[in-house]
T-cell receptor, first 106, second 113 residues
């Protein structure tokens, strides 16, 4: 059974820092991996989708990488801003991690 | 504009009652999903449907039922058999079941009173 784990569970950084969120999965036979953002009490907003044949995807200050062989993905956020404060979740089809709660302090 | 609409945003249920949560999408997506989210936990899959008139149980289907009579709609009924229904429910859709991007609604918060 596929398990998805995210480390750390929570992260607090000062504004302007670059940061990395980690996601690991136990079964490397995945079609894709998706990163989401969730604000309190809201639904999920898709950030990046990496297909199994891809190594990384970039959108603005966000960069996500995928290493299927090691069962890992990372989400890199450059020059963090207070508006980036949210919970970030990674998912493979049908299976989600518990998320990393990010706080960016002004 | 295109998207997924869940209603209501907040729902209160008395013990022993069935309630139905609505999910509608105008993205022309084939696949639709229902997830449950509890505080501090990831999303857990309740039911999913890859095509009209077909659906499969997810990890926690007991106490829930769904229908998929139309491509645009995938309502979830929380029955009285669900012993702990208080949670945040999220509906999602994707063009296909596996290798396409999933989009989510804004969720329904169900509280048993």
């Amino acid at each position: 059974k596929q398990e998805v784990t995210q480390i750390p569970a929570a992260l607090s950084v000062p504004e302007g820092e670059n940061l990395v969120l980690n996601c690991s999965f136990t079964d490397s036979a995945i079609y894709n991996l998706q990163w989401f953002r969730q604000d309190p009490g809201k639904g999920l907003t898709s950030l990046l989708l990496i297909q199994s044949s891809q190594r990384e995807q970039t959108s603005g200050r966000l960069n996500a990488s995928l290493d299927k062989s090691s069962g890992r993905s990372t989400l890199y956020i450059a020059a963090s801003q207070p508006g980036d404060s949210a919970t970030y979740l990674c998912a493979v089809p049908g299976r989600f991690g518990a998320g990393t709660r990010l706080t960016v302090k002004p | 504009d295109g998207g997924i609409t869940q209603s209501p945003k907040y729902l209160f249920r008395k013990e022993g009652q069935n309630v139905t949560l609505s999910c509608e999408q105008n993205l022309n997506h084939d696949a639709m999903y229902w997830y449950r989210q509890d505080p501090g936990q990831g999303l857990r899959l309740i039911y999913y449907s890859q095509i009209v008139n077909d659906f499969q149980k997810g990890d926690i289907a007991e106490g829930y039922s769904v229908s998929r009579e139309k491509k645009e709609s995938f309502p979830l009924t929380v029955t009285s058999a669900q012993k702990n229904p208080t949670a945040f429910y999220l509906c999602a859709s994707s063009a296909g079941a596996t290798n396409t991007e999933a989009f989510f609604g804004q969720g329904t918060r169900l509280t048993v009173v």
